[in-house]
């Protein structure tokens, strides 16, 4: 290696997989070069890499500078510049920007695609990508400036792909695996990420937001892409009619003919399937009773955490009459702490051209965000702000006792007036006439 | 609001703050066009495409500037550093 690292190569000595192994794999790939790539950056752009890093770990502090103005024509997302401030010591990595690529929709694609994207990437790149992490997108981590046209217009020209959304911008909408290969998604996600996804281009381009704002469509509440955590905007699929019962074959996991789970914890012997202790005890709404042989739901209690479908996916299924329920303001620790997203729309219908989630949610949302929010405020922070009744009156939904966790315990929903009849307007002089100042 | 006029009041509010600062959110741009987010994004985008004003982020944050102020790639740590 180029670079002593002895710490890094501590990190190797772990009990997992290490990205530091990853990345000496790289470089000793590029100094070998056996496919005879023309590298259009420094061969040694990843032997710098770790030796900035091993630096960093070694003086307790990071040698990459904050952002630049770097980008492609027309976008001003989707490239992060990054520089190092020791370029004399690692040239390789002295301009080192980062790219970010729109992912298909439920992370479907073909190896073809795949090896394409690596080609061009190993080619005008560094050759290390961050594959759908906490972001759920794709990222190219490492270029210079003169690459950045040319890698943009390879992908758009030649493998019909976008850049992704950065700074404070729509993000590139994320999305579970859905209808595609799952049982329990009750919208097709990928058709409404893909159909968000091109009529905000402008919102995902063009950063005219206070900050980042995140789409997630997750099919059913077992929300695999956990929007209800990290989206501005949740999306997740719900019915709003009964699970339905093949008590047939409720008995048949009941005799232990059919694997719980699926068969995910068949590895171990945890004991004969035992309903009771399993499913019905487990309800957090104790709406499920056995009553003789049969199961009985109380539908009207159950809460949708899908724990009794993921136990038994072939005796319980999702109800028929199927639509999505909206949450708003989720997001990670920076200012004012972590939260999870808060219900906004209880159901509605999910069906094209969506019409109904654009002008009523998204873009009013947006309006009241883009004028009231403060720089660097997301949507959580100025419904906090400004009250969760505020964001009821821009979208214009009625409060409903579904948005409440318990009663008395957040009271944000006030009377105004106007909204009584008769009002409540009074004489100070009569009142004073019988209450004492 | 005329674009020629926005132009104007762009340059010469971003001008005169330019000791202070170079870079500068949305909404300030917003502000100085006293106008509503989505026409003065109209606005503000055709400053992009025409090399009045540049991009800068910082991967988690998008500000604005006029092309070729401040202090670029060479001193760019000075903003308050923040998660992507």
């Excluded at chain 1, 997301?378 to 579904?402: A, S």
């Amino acid at each position: 290696m180029k670079h002593e690292t002895p710490l890094l190569d501590q990190l190797e000595t772990g009990p997992w997989p290490s990205f530091v192994s990853d990345l000496k794999q790289e470089a000793e790939k590029r100094a070998k070069n056996e496919e005879g790539t023309e590298f259009q950056i420094p061969v040694d752009v990843v032997d710098d890499l770790i030796g900035v890093l091993e630096l960093s770990y070694k003086h307790g502090c990071t040698h990459w500078k904050h952002g630049g103005i770097v980008g492609v024509f027309g976008y001003g997302g989707g490239v992060i510049g990054r520089y190092c401030d020791q370029p004399e010591m690692f040239p390789g990595v002295a301009h080192f920007h980062t790219l970010r690529v729109n992912q298909p929709a439920g992370h479907f694609y073909t190896t073809k695609y795949l090896r394409e994207l690596c080609d061009l990437w190993d080619f005008r790149g560094s050759g290390v990508t961050n594959m759908h992490g906490s972001t759920g997108d794709i990222i190219f981590i490492g270029t210079t400036t003169k690459q950045l046209e040319e890698i943009f217009y390879e992908m758009t020209h030649k493998l019909d792909q976008d850049l992704g959304g950065s700074g404070s911008n729509l993000r590139t909408p994320s999305d579970c695996i859905g209808q595609a290969r799952c049982e329990f998604a009750c919208y097709d996600t990928q058709d409404l990420c893909y159909e968000l996804t091109q009529e905000y281009q402008d919102e995902l381009h063009r950063p005219a937001f206070p900050y980042k704002f995140k789409f997630k469509f997750d099919g059913c509440p077992n929300c695999c892409v956990a929007s209800i955590a990290r989206a501005d905007l949740s999306f997740i699929g719900t019915w709003r009619d009964d699970i339905k019962i093949d008590q047939e074959v409720v008995q048949a996991y009941m005799g232990g003919e059919i694997a719980p789970n699926g068969g995910a914890h068949k590895d171990r012997d945890w004991g004969p399937f035992d309903i009771q202790k399993e499913v019905i005890d487990r309800c957090p709404t104790k709406c499920m009773w056995m009553d003789g042989k049969e199961l009985k739901i109380d539908n009207k209690e159950c809460t949708r955490c899908m724990h009794c479908i993921n136990v038994m996916p072939r005796a319980l299924r999702i109800g028929n009459d199927r639509g999505v329920t909206i949450l708003a303001g989720a997001k990670a620790p920076i200012l004012d702490g972590a939260q999870m997203g808060s219900l906004l729309v209880p159901f509605m219908k999910v069906e094209p051209p969506y019409d109904e989630i654009k002008e009523k949610v998204i873009e009013p949302i947006w309006d009241w965000w883009m004028e009231e929010g403060k720089n660097r405020e997301r949507l959580g922070e100025l419904m906090k702000r400004q009250g969760f009744q505020k964001l009821l009156e821009v979208t214009g939904f009625d409060p409903d006792p579904r948005m409440i966790q318990e009663p008395r315990s957040n009271p944000y929903v006030f009377w105004k007036e106007e909204e009584v009849p008769g009002g409540w307007s009074r004489d100070i002089n009569e009142f004073r006439k019988q209450h004492q100042r | 609001m005329e674009y020629e006029e926005a132009k104007q009041k762009i340059v010469e509010g971003l001008q005169k703050k330019q000791k202070v600062k170079s870079k500068f959110y949305f909404n300030d741009l917003a502000k100085i066009l006293d106008e509503k987010p989505r026409v003065a994004k109209k606005l503000i985008n055709q400053m992009i495409t025409d090399g009045v004003l540049e991009y800068w982020s910082s991967g988690s944050t998008s500000m604005y500037g006029l092309k070729g102020a401040g202090k670029q790639a060479g001193a760019e740590h000075e903003e308050a550093s923040d998660k992507e």
